[in-house]
């Protein structure tokens, strides 16, 4: 009798492979910090801002995007000025079904923004984009409940939303005047 491979034995081939840890110092966190809220600025003017030549900006920018830590340049859309509503998909796939296959079969689907696998009692959880309740019930019974492995859903209607937080400056603990600060956390220390 063939053996059956574990349900998440396939998950290697379909997601996207952690990225090694890259070596950042204080200009690399500021050039990222920059380009994270103006993606459009000028090589011109990160060299200005930072004292620095625009060629060696440029060999800094280069190397991050050879590292993986920029991985591309993009648009942020207004999907709701565009008439769509962002919902969330919570996904339990059935007991010994490859789930690989059942997010592949997801990530295929246009309205499928992203997939993420979880911990706890789901296994999944996809973003979608659709236009109204008509759009999301055609996807629903027409696409998402035909996909082979899935036991169970859960969908979630997004009612209101805060606009995205700068996390590049947060996250990379770049202060305002432009230095490494390296006493300052995430987390304010209590004085």
């Known amino acids: 009798m063939p053996k059956t491979p574990p349900p998440l034995a396939g998950f290697a081939a379909v997601a996207v ?3 090694p840890l890259a070596t950042l110092d204080a200009i690399d966190r500021r050039i990222l910090a920059m380009l994270a809220k103006d993606a459009r600025i000028s090589q011109r003017r990160l060299s200005r801002e930072l004292g620095m ?3 060696a900006v440029g060999e ?3 190397r991050l995007e050879r590292a993986g830590v920029i991985r591309g340049y993009t648009v942020s859309i207004d999907w709701a ?3 769509y509503v962002n919902c969330y998909l919570a996904v339990t796939v059935g007991q010994g079904a490859d789930q690989a296959k059942v997010m592949a079969a997801l990530h295929e689907l246009p309205e499928v923004e992203e997939i993420i696998v979880i911990t706890g009692s789901l296994d999944m959880l996809a973003r ?3 236009r109204d309740h008509g759009h999301l019930r055609r996807l629903l019974l027409e696409n998402v409940w035909q996909i082979d492995g899935l036991q169970r859903t859960e969908t979630f209607l997004s009612l209101a939303e805060m606009p995205p937080k700068q996390l590049a400056s947060t996250l990379l603990d770049v202060d ?3 230095g490494h600060d390296s006493g300052r956390s ?3 220390q209590a004085k």
Request: glycine letters at 10%.
């Open 17 to 19: 492979p952690p990225s």
């Open 53 to 55: 030549s625009a060629p």
């Open 60 to 62: 800094r920018i280069a």
């Open 81 to 83: 000025a565009l008439g």
């Open 128 to 130: 979608l984009r659709v």
């Open 176 to 178: 305002d005047e432009g």
């Open 186 to 188: 995430t987390r304010r």
